[in-house]
């Protein structure tokens, strides 16, 4: 599918006189359209939630935009909890799905009535020796180990992440957790990431519901609600097939018949907690051209770099380039796109066919809007962009500033050395 920036080049040249690139820029209508589909994917399901895995986007601004249909928030730390109480969040709409715990959050997990999701059947103990009595309900967290498949293809490897309980555990947990005094237990999986077929949830529901009904036949707990977590991908690269979210949800709801509809289990709701399905594409990173450099290769140097956007320098992961104003011209020449990092991997696209580029030409980078400007850093001293909302009038405001030079030393704890600094 080709894909084409939602903004224009003229658009762009508008926003630069108030906000000067780099920036993310997200597209709130959308955004929401997106959030919408997704709803009525799931509402067969009366108890449907999404908890939005906010480490793909924690900024306030969004999570409103998002809370208008009724999503909650999946938190992995304590400052995640924190945003998502400020975000008036009830408890019943956060669920903590951490790792490797700190006694701390659990207190405060179950301070502000977050769901815990265990991630291992020790943490069990664990929690209750810092929280006291554990909450009625609480979740599990299951990893089958091997490889994840679907119709022989391997999607990913469970058996090789640190995450969940195994099979026995997962029984040997529940009867501890009815010893414990919980009440309810719902299941949990994230067995891979990013797939783009609109087979990974039906097939993960499948496994996931047969789970389901012989822990409640064999340990008595009621499992009020299957959590079928993130790994809905999206198409980074214009020769994939996005993944139909409604397709997707007429399909979990067959599953859910076929499984639940003879066991009795037809009250169980599903929750998801998608990230970069909700938000990814609705960013680009706008940056400028700031020089060509002709040597071994051709570099086109922007002033954004890859700590604005680590996936490709991470995982060599492919982000769509869009030359802004030149979308209709043929791609005849090949560039690496690059950022001002003192490391070579700091690419954004490698050997790329695009127009030709000029200096003070605005490039998009596609499909930012998830683990984008979250997994930022100030590596090499770079001070993380601003992120603007292009709002549905066609407005735009900023919803979080850039760093300046002093939101970059102000930890230091030497104030003498604080003050001899030139912040101008
Ligand atoms: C990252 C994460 C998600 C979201 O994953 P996406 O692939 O972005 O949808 C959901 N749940 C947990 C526990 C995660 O760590």
Redesign the pocket.
Known sequence: MEKRPFVTKEQIEEIVKTYPTPFHLYDEKRLRENCERIKRAFAWNPGYREFF?V??CPNPSIMAILKDYGFGC?C?SRAELTFAKAMDLPGDKIMF?SNVTPASEFQYAAKIGAII?FDDISHIDFCEKAIGKLPETVSV?YNPGGSFTINTAIMDNPGEAK?GFTTEQMFEGMRLLKEKGVKHCGI?A?LA??TVTNDYYPTLAGELFELAVKLRDETGMDIPFVNL?????IAYRPDQTPNDIEIIGAKVHEVYDRIFGPAGMTNVAIYT??????T?PYDLLIGQVLHIKHTHKEFVGLDACCVDLMRPAMYGAYHHVTVLGKEDEPCDHKYDITGSLCESNDRFAIDRMLPGIEVGDYIAIHDAG??GHSMGSNYNGKLRHAELLLKEDGSVVQIRRAETLADYFKTLDDTEFYKKLDLE
């Not at 977590?229 to 991908?233: E, L, P, Q, R, T």
């Open positions: 895995a480490k793909a999946d992995a799905t999701n967290r995450y949990h994230f990431s990013n977590s993130g790994g809905v991908g907690e998608m990230g970069r399905f909700v990814g998830a683990h």
